[in-house]
């Protein structure tokens, strides 16, 4: 069983960062990939980014490729999402979740699941 918790949403000015985390609880962290979504008010929840489980492998939705990075340390069972030139279009709640495998994530095939932040970019 794992449980995970995110932070480190906000309001943010477009041009602006934030790094978000995901604090997950249970022994078998380390053997997950890890992904971030993101679901916009009104659309579908989509794919952000994901890394495997020894943090050496990463896959980036086109829409974030070159300005997000996701990182993880498994010592401290976090998984990051760093966000830099956030735009408008970034807005949105982000959630982290947890794939036994390390593939491009949809989300039936995630394990579990948290709440998700609030990310908010004015223009």
């Known amino acids: 069983q794992v449980q995970l918790v995110e932070s480190g949403g906000g309001l943010v000015q477009a041009g602006g960062s934030l790094r978000l985390s995901c604090a997950a609880s249970?022994?078998?962290?380390?053997?997950?990939?890890m992904d971030w979504f993101r679901q916009a008010p009104g659309k579908e929840r989509e794919f952000v980014a994901v890394?495997?489980?020894?943090?050496?492998?990463?896959y980036y939705a086109n829409s974030v490729k070159g300005r997000f990075t996701i990182s993880r340390d498994n010592a401290e069972n976090t998984v990051y999402l760093q966000m830099n030139s956030l735009k408008p279009e970034d807005t949105a709640v982000y959630y982290c979740?947890?794939?036994?495998?390390?593939?491009?994530?949809?989300?039936?095939?995630?394990?579990?699941w948290g709440k998700g932040t609030l990310v908010t970019v004015s223009s």
């Open positions: 979740a947890a794939d036994p495998q390390y593939r491009v994530g949809y989300e039936t095939n995630m394990s579990y």
């Open positions: 890394i495997n489980y020894s943090g050496d492998l990463k």
């Open positions: 249970g022994r078998t962290f380390s053997s997950y990939a």
